[in-house]
């Protein structure tokens, strides 16, 4: 193999020392056009329309989506509290680059520290729990009135049409994975400036127990 490989070599050394020569061109010579992907859609739309198959594909698009409204994909990597926990996160950014206003004038500055709690309060607390497991529900629900339900797995409308209050679900878990959720159920709720999480362990007979907070 090496050999070969330095065979190739020279042949490159050799071959790069030959002056190019123009040999003109031969035959008819087209201009390359490359089709806008947006015409490839269109077209192939057009055709799905004249064959028929459109309206079949609208209608599984829409039993797909509805499907997926009624029962999302579950939170990966979260699981049910066996190891209660309190911690705290810190929403503090920095800036990466100045803040202008519409009139170009500057009223933050790159690398300065903002906290968004500081701003606009979390007025409503968060409450995250597996909408399969009947008692994570109940003890959702007796929680505080004001704080939002959010679903790390379950139907969000089959709950809404049952206990008729509103429930969310975290998409993608970009709320878990942003504030570090690993266990549900869980509480967040504003501490100063930071957010408090409390992975919560509830057994049935607590669920009965618990009082709904004002």
């Known amino acids: 193999m090496v050999k070969l490989i330095n065979s190739f070599s020279i042949f490159l050394l050799l071959t790069s020392s030959v002056p190019a020569k123009d040999l003109g061109c031969h035959g008819?010579?087209?201009?390359?056009?490359?089709?806008?992907?947006?015409?490839?859609?269109?077209?192939?739309?057009?055709?799905?329309?004249?064959?028929?198959?459109?309206?079949?594909?609208?209608k599984q698009l829409a039993e797909h989506s509805k499907k997926k409204a009624?029962?999302?994909?579950?939170?990966?990597?979260?699981?049910?509290?066996?190891?209660?926990?309190?911690?705290?996160?810190?929403?503090t950014i920095t800036l990466p680059q100045d803040l202008k206003d519409q009139d170009g004038r500057v009223f933050a500055r790159r690398e300065d520290r903002a906290n968004p709690l500081q701003i606009t309060p979390l007025t409503k607390g968060?409450?995250?729990?597996?909408?399969?497991?009947?008692?994570q529900v109940k003890w959702a629900l007796r929680q505080s009135l004001t704080s939002k339900i959010i679903l790390v797995k379950g139907s969000p409308l089959t709950l809404e049409e049952t206990y008729s209050r509103r429930f969310y679900f975290d998409q993608l878990g970009l709320l878990t994975k942003k504030l570090g959720i690993s266990q549900v159920?869980?509480?967040?709720?504003?501490?100063?400036?930071?957010?408090?999480?409390?992975?919560?362990?509830?057994?049935?007979?607590?669920?009965?127990?618990e009082r709904i907070r004002p």
């Open 70 to 91: 009624l029962n999302p994909d579950p939170v990966k990597g979260i699981t049910k509290t066996t190891s209660p926990r309190i911690f705290y996160y810190d929403p």
């Open 185 to 209: 159920p869980a509480r967040v709720s504003q501490d100063g400036v930071q957010l408090k999480i409390e992975e919560v362990q509830i057994e049935p007979s607590r669920v009965r127990q």
């Open 126 to 135: 968060m409450i995250f729990i597996d909408g399969e497991d009947e008692h």
């Open 28 to 58: 008819e010579v087209f201009k390359i056009k490359e089709e806008s992907l947006l015409e490839v859609i269109k077209h192939r739309l057009l055709k799905m329309q004249e064959s028929g198959s459109l309206k079949t594909y609208q």
